[in-house]
């Protein structure tokens, strides 16, 4: 199985600040057909995992421009700038590249 | 507006079945992959099965396989998830996502505790 690697586990910020998390996969997430299916959700308190950004870097409908995604291979990073009240929760990044389908364990995102 | 709406989930026995359902709305079900999602309490996110858009082709997780079956109804724009000799490590909240290689949209989730 590919396993992810998130890191921090959590991470405190300051409203306004901007912050970056950090996936690593075990093995590359290039598929056979060249795309690269990593992608980053939300999980606010209380509620389901929303989508952020699919193929490392595309934001899905509705999702600010304040995040970004980037990477390549086995290396992935989602950077959130002029954090907001709106932004925490906890973030996972996910692979569907290879069956099975594996999250990492989720970044804490909290107020400082 | 997409929806995805979970039903189904409760307090079974170990060993007992349960059949999860989850109807869709706003979007042409029909036309797209889908997915159940499962979060222990407290836990992180992890992938039970998913399910190509006209049932052809189903993947699961190892865990799972032999006992949990994923299907579909598209002319009732509905996904299912029966499972069968149900243990306690499968407790958790049970999510319904339309996509495949990505999770586009969640349902709500639907609570299913396996307790004697």
């Known amino acids: 199985d590919v396993v992810m690697t998130q890191t921090p586990v959590s991470l405190s910020v300051s409203l306004g600040g901007q912050v970056s998390i950090s996936c690593r996969s075990s093995?590359?997430?290039?598929?056979?057909?060249?795309?690269?299916?990593l992608s980053w959700y939300l999980q606010k308190p209380g509620q389901s995992p929303q989508l952020l950004i699919y193929?490392?870097?595309n934001r899905f409908s509705g999702i600010s421009d304040r995040f970004s995604g980037s990477g390549s291979g086995t290396d992935f990073t989602l950077k959130i700038s002029r954090v907001e009240p709106d932004d925490l929760g906890v973030y996972y990044c996910g692979q569907g590249t290879q069956y099975p389908y594996t999250f990492g364990a989720g970044t804490k995102l909290e107020l400082k | 507006e997409v929806q995805l709406v979970e039903s189904g989930g409760g307090l079974v026995q170990p060993g007992r079945s349960m059949k999860l359902s989850c109807a869709a709305s706003g979007f042409t079900f029909s036309n797209y992959g889908m997915a159940w999602v499962r979060q222990a309490p407290t836990k992180g996110l992890e992938w039970v099965a998913t399910i190509s858009y006209d049932g052809s082709s189903t993947y699961y997780r190892d865990s799972v396989k032999g006992r949990f079956t994923i299907s579909r109804d598209n002319a009732k724009s509905t996904l299912y998830l029966q499972m069968n000799s149900l243990r306690s490590e499968d407790t958790a909240t049970y999510y319904c996502t339309r996509g495949t290689s990505w999770n586009a949209y969640w349902g709500q989730g639907t609570l299913v505790t396996v307790s004697s």
């Open positions: 193929k490392v870097s």
């Open positions: 093995q590359s997430l290039v598929h056979n057909n060249g795309n690269t299916y």
